[in-house]
């Protein structure tokens, strides 16, 4: 058996963000089973770290998701019904709303959202609501799931500025969605009548991670 010497430095390999450090080898002297040994290594090693965008890219999927609502069913609670702010004199009414609306972008399909408001005398509101989405989520799959929102709107100038945190509520999707997970921060404008409203942030279901 011939020797062969083998010397190996490490070179930083970049794929789709991830960096890795693969060896590069270089042999000197005559051919022997070491080199093509080590040769074989190099090649599954490349094979190897070269997969890594697909493993990386079923991680989740971050969102940029489009939600347009309109036509609201309106229960004034104890606000006025007229101006839907609280009656001279209160500080506060409270009150409920019903939406529907579409999505498009990562998340495509159709949504339910049923909150609860508290509106201030200076025209500003707060709410809470849960809302139900049925649709597919790009890499994910196709199902319902349900969000969590929390949020304000501004004193409207002429509209309302929404901003709003969202989270998935635990064991609420069902299909390829069943353990999906999640959450992140919407923003948007919006007047009595509909609403155009961004929501960024990730899902991802655990054998995703």
Same mark, same amino acid.
């Given at each position: 058996?011939?020797?062969?010497?083998?010397?190996?430095?490490?070179?930083?390999?970049?794929?789709?963000?991830?960096?890795?450090?693969?060896?590069?080898?270089?042999?000197?002297?005559?051919?022997?089973?070491?080199?093509?040994?080590?040769?074989?290594?190099?090649?599954?090693?490349?094979?190897?770290?070269?997969?890594l965008p697909s493993m990386a890219s079923a991680a989740?999927?971050?969102?940029?998701?489009?939600?347009?609502?309109?036509?609201?069913?309106?229960?004034?609670?104890?606000?006025?019904?007229?101006?839907?702010?609280?009656?001279? +004199?209160?500080? =506060?009414?409270? !009150?409920?709303?019903?939406?529907? #609306? &579409?999505?498009? @972008?990562?998340?495509? *399909? $159709?949504?339910?959202?049923?909150?609860?408001?508290?509106?201030?005398?200076? +025209?500003?509101? =707060?709410?809470? !609501?849960?809302?139900?989405?049925? #649709? &597919?989520?790009? @890499?994910?799959?196709? *199902? $319902?799931?349900?969000?969590?929102?929390?949020?304000?709107?501004?004193?409207?100038?002429?509209?309302?500025?929404?901003?709003?945190?969202?989270?998935?509520?635990?064991?609420? @999707?069902?299909?390829?969605? $069943?353990?999906?997970?999640?959450?992140?921060?919407?923003?948007?404008?919006?007047?009595?009548?509909?609403?155009?409203?961004?929501?960024?942030?990730?899902?991802?279901?655990?054998?995703?991670?």
């Amino acid at each position: 058996m011939s020797h062969t010497t083998v010397t190996c430095m490490l070179a930083k390999i970049d794929f789709g963000g991830i960096a890795a450090h693969a060896p590069r080898c270089a042999h000197r002297e005559e051919i022997g089973m070491e080199r093509r040994a080590v040769g074989v290594f190099c090649a599954l090693l490349v094979a190897i770290l070269a997969s890594l965008p697909s493993m990386a890219s079923a991680a989740g999927s971050h969102i940029q998701a489009n939600l347009t609502i309109g036509s609201p069913s309106i229960d004034p609670g104890n606000c006025d019904p007229a101006t839907q702010l609280p009656y001279p +004199g209160d500080a =506060v009414c409270i !009150g409920t709303e019903s939406w529907t #609306g &579409t999505f498009t @972008g990562v998340v495509a *399909g $159709t949504s339910l959202l049923e909150l609860a408001f508290t509106a201030f005398a200076d +025209g500003h509101y =707060v709410y809470t !609501g849960y809302q139900d989405i049925s #649709g &597919t989520v790009a @890499g994910l799959g196709s *199902g $319902t799931f349900t969000i969590q929102d929390q949020g304000a709107l501004t004193v409207p100038n002429p509209n309302f500025i929404l901003n709003e945190g969202w989270h998935v509520v635990g064991g609420s @999707g069902t299909g390829p969605l $069943t353990t999906l997970q999640g959450g992140g921060t919407a923003s948007g404008a919006c007047d009595f009548t509909s609403c155009s409203v961004t929501y960024r942030g990730s899902l991802h279901t655990p054998a995703s991670n």
